[in-house]
């Protein structure tokens, strides 16, 4: 006679396996959905708590930017707020956009001199860029777009790379004086369809 086996285990796994699946279809929802939405107004530096903030990433089709808000902690000193807005944008994007920096992109110093933010990457982000105008201009104007739009007392963003005046990153854009920020690369993401 076959002995079959007892169904109440084989539920219970079932069913535990299915609570932690919602679980965390529900954590990746939220965070997706955080990513969704923009702030209404900019932030101003605050000595604790978190702020919404606004980054630009590359959209699916590489054809221009797009925005994506994120919480990050607030911060009291413009040039540490500065460098995180930019640790940020090289974490890249939790929604439908693309990276623009390379995820070993390290920024060793900020500076603030008037109204431009000196950003000093190091040599990753030379060496992890695709070679080509369209990921050149993607890199940079989401840097200076980001810092701008976050930060509107900053008219303008300078790259050094290991401490040295960078003339281009790939050979496309020239880096010797200050970036301004480009809206105008931004697509309406409601016009982007992913491929």
Known sequence: MKRTKPHGREQIVLAAFLIAAIILGVLIFGKYRESRDLPTTRPE?????????????????????????????????LPECVRSLVD??????????????????????????????VVDFGRELLAGLPGGSSAEMAAVYSVV???????????????????????????????????????????????????
């Open 45 to 77: 530096p605050k000595p604790a708590g978190t702020v919404q903030v606004t980054l630009f990433f590359a959209t699916p089709d590489g054809e221009g930017l797009g925005r994506e808000g994120r919480q990050v902690t607030a911060c009291e000193v």
């Open 88 to 117: 940020e944008v090289a974490n890249g994007p939790v929604g439908d956009l693309h990276p623009t920096l390379p995820p070993n992109a390290v920024v060793h110093d900020v500076r603030i001199e008037g109204e431009t933010a």
């Open 145 to 195: 777009n980001t810092i701008c739009l976050n930060y509107p007392q900053i008219k303008g963003v300078k790259f050094l790379i290991d401490g040295a005046e960078a003339e281009t990153l790939t050979g496309h854009l020239d880096l010797r004086l200050p970036i301004t920020p480009d809206f105008s690369l931004e697509k309406n993401q409601e016009k982007v369809t992913t491929p």
